[in-house]
């Protein structure tokens, strides 16, 4: 029973353009949704994080986008350089703040 | 200077056998994590520890036993290895068990059992 679904195993995005990441949840509990990043013989890196009350929270190059009634979130990444060629996890955590994972989806940005 | 840090990074051992993973944190925080990735690149949580105290035990085989010397430490040590149990596990640390869930992983140890 996945809670938390990244439907695109991989995407590949030309430097400089945007790169947008998606996620789907299927529990209304959770309230909090964070992004991680993962490099290849690392641990995830926290990334952004947005709280249900809010439906846009942007640092930097980096947006996050929550739509409460489409149960669905997005990261977007503008522009998209190299160094942002990782795996990206969605999570999503409720009451008992136990994050649950979505499988991750591959950035792959080409020069 | 790692903030988490685990050994070993790699792990190759024969079903049946018992091993443990060590992890560390400097960091100061409370709450300590195990999560697993299994084949499908999902991280599940297997256990986690606040000071010390066992808050979260997922149905993990009861093969796997975490020990918490302290709360800097939370190791996993693994009875009667399985092929199955070959994955890459993650240990992880937030400051406290009620906060924003933003974890501090390890780098990971690769676990092989043949």
């Known amino acids: 029973d996945q809670q938390v679904k990244q439907n695109s195993p991989s995407l590949s995005v030309q430097e400089g353009r945007i790169s947008i990441l998606n996620c789907d949840y299927t529990?209304?509990?959770?309230?909090?949704f964070l992004w991680y990043k993962k490099y290849p013989a690392e641990g995830p890196t926290f990334l952004i994080s947005i709280s249900s009350i809010k439906d846009k929270n942007e640092d930097g190059r980096f947006t996050v986008f929550l739509n409460k009634s489409a149960k669905h979130l997005s990261l977007h990444i503008v522009p998209s350089q190299p160094g942002d060629s990782a795996v990206y996890f969605c999570?999503?955590?409720?009451?008992?703040?136990?994050?649950?994972w979505g499988a991750g989806t591959k950035l792959i940005i080409k020069p | 200077d790692t903030a988490v840090s685990q050994t070993p990074k790699y792990l190759v051992t024969q079903m049946g056998n018992d091993k443990s993973i060590k992890c560390e944190q400097n960091?100061?925080?409370?709450?300590m994590y195990w999560y697993k990735q299994d084949s499908k690149k999902f991280l599940k949580i297997m256990f986690s520890y606040n000071n010390k105290e066992l808050i979260i035990n997922e149905t993990v085989p009861n093969r796997f036993s975490p020990k918490s010397p302290d709360k800097a430490h939370l190791n996993l040590h693994i009875n009667s290895l399985e092929l199955g149990d070959s994955a890459v596990y993650f240990c992880?640390?937030?400051?406290?068990?009620?906060?924003?869930?933003?974890?501090?992983f390890g780098a990971g140890s690769r676990l092989t059992v043949l």
């Open positions: 529990n209304s509990m959770f309230d909090y």
């Open positions: 960091l100061g925080h409370d709450t």
């Open positions: 999570a999503a955590s409720g009451s008992n703040y136990q994050l649950i």
């Open positions: 992880a640390s937030c400051p406290t068990l009620a906060g924003a869930n933003v974890l501090t």
